[in-house]
């Protein structure tokens, strides 16, 4: 970057387009489909041919951006992996442990039955932290010493209650729907059982 200091326009803009990029999404598919709407939109659209190469689009840009968001993960697990091995070993390690990754995220949305709701779950749990609730407190605590202004300070504690607002809703949610689907399933195993 030729000017570090715009960062914060950059970023204030990026963030800002994506926000009301995944607001729109999100309005548009609530209104189109109301509360039947899926997990993903993708799951409410028709069979037809060109809504499938939608779909098939869709999985492409999740193919292409995984190894993007397995990054942050494998910057953390494989460096540590490595240093232990002697280095003809480094290699054969790095693959390994980027297998078992890929591996493991395969195998557990295959394996989870709702796995939407689990996804729904995580997401408000994590999402709330890292995103709302700890960087503003991280913001007091780092430069409580340097005299912060009393606007910075209501401003982070306010993102915060923000924050932990939608932690609560988001998880009471979550947990609300998880324990509905289950005994809805567990209804309808019990009627096929009787039904036999």
């Given at each position: 970057m030729q000017n570090p200091r715009s960062f914060s326009k950059v970023l204030y803009?990026?963030?800002?387009?994506?926000?009301?990029?995944y607001i729109s999404l999100g309005t548009i598919g609530y209104l189109c489909f109301g509360e039947s709407i899926g997990g993903s939109i993708t799951l409410n659209l028709p069979n037809?041919?060109?809504y499938q190469i939608v779909k098939i689009l869709y999985c492409f840009g999740i193919f292409i951006t995984y190894a993007l968001q397995f990054y942050v993960p494998a910057e953390i697990l494989i460096p540590q992996a490595v240093a232990r091995v002697p280095e003809p070993w480094a290699l054969a390690v790095d693959l390994i442990i980027r297998t078992l990754l890929v591996v493991v995220t395969c195998a557990l949305a295959i394996l989870i039955p709702e796995l939407d709701l689990?996804?729904?779950?995580?997401?408000?749990?994590?999402s709330s932290f890292l995103a709302l609730i700890l960087p503003p407190l991280l913001d007091i605590l780092t430069f409580h010493s340097e005299g912060l202004s009393p606007w910075l300070i209501g401003k982070?504690?306010?993102?915060?209650i923000i924050g932990f607002v939608g932690f609560v809703a988001g998880t009471y949610i979550s947990i609300e729907q998880i324990i509905i689907r289950s005994s809805e399933r567990s209804a309808h195993n019990?009627?096929?059982y009787v039904s036999y």
């Amino acid at each position: 970057m030729q000017n570090p200091r715009s960062f914060s326009k950059v970023l204030y803009t990026g963030m800002g387009i994506v926000t009301f990029l995944y607001i729109s999404l999100g309005t548009i598919g609530y209104l189109c489909f109301g509360e039947s709407i899926g997990g993903s939109i993708t799951l409410n659209l028709p069979n037809c041919w060109m809504y499938q190469i939608v779909k098939i689009l869709y999985c492409f840009g999740i193919f292409i951006t995984y190894a993007l968001q397995f990054y942050v993960p494998a910057e953390i697990l494989i460096p540590q992996a490595v240093a232990r091995v002697p280095e003809p070993w480094a290699l054969a390690v790095d693959l390994i442990i980027r297998t078992l990754l890929v591996v493991v995220t395969c195998a557990l949305a295959i394996l989870i039955p709702e796995l939407d709701l689990v996804i729904s779950l995580v997401g408000s749990i994590s999402s709330s932290f890292l995103a709302l609730i700890l960087p503003p407190l991280l913001d007091i605590l780092t430069f409580h010493s340097e005299g912060l202004s009393p606007w910075l300070i209501g401003k982070n504690i306010v993102i915060s209650i923000i924050g932990f607002v939608g932690f609560v809703a988001g998880t009471y949610i979550s947990i609300e729907q998880i324990i509905i689907r289950s005994s809805e399933r567990s209804a309808h195993n019990g009627t096929m059982y009787v039904s036999y």
